[in-house]
């Protein structure tokens, strides 16, 4: 059964820092491209970064030097560090596993981080 299980969400303050990390299992991770995506309400869920399984790092536009992601293959994990929080960063924060080799994506349940004063 694959889990990806999303942790690390809450309310911080503009300009502030979290960290959210998936937990995964029942994949083989070292081959899957992993990634984060947020929607917020009334928007399209939307990407903002990714790490292939070779390591290369896509960001969205909106997150470029203020996010970075990571992986550990050997943890099985994927984290973003999310720093200079801006209100507009507020979504449920998701989890993805895809392999385009098998043809598989999975998705996590989610972790709320809302960004207020």
């Known amino acids: 059964q694959v889990q990806l299980v999303e942790s690390g969400g809450g309310l911080v303050q503009p300009g502030g820092s979290l960290r959210v990390s998936c937990a995964a299992s029942?994949?083989?991770?070292?081959?899957?491209?992993m990634g984060w995506y947020r929607q917020a309400p009334g928007n399209q869920r939307e990407l903002v970064a990714r790490?292939?399984?070779?390591?290369?790092?896509n960001y969205a536009d909106f997150v470029k030097g203020r996010f970075t992601i990571s992986r550990d293959n050997a943890k099985y994990t994927v984290s973003l560090q999310m720093d200079s929080l801006k209100f507009e960063d507020t979504a449920v924060y998701y989890c993805?596993?895809?392999?385009?080799?098998?043809?598989?994506?999975?998705w996590g349940q989610g972790t709320q981080v809302a960004v207020s004063s």
């Open positions: 993805n596993a895809q392999s385009v080799r098998l043809g598989t994506t999975y």
């Open positions: 029942g994949i083989t991770f070292s081959i899957y491209t």
């Open positions: 790490i292939t399984s070779g390591g290369d790092i």
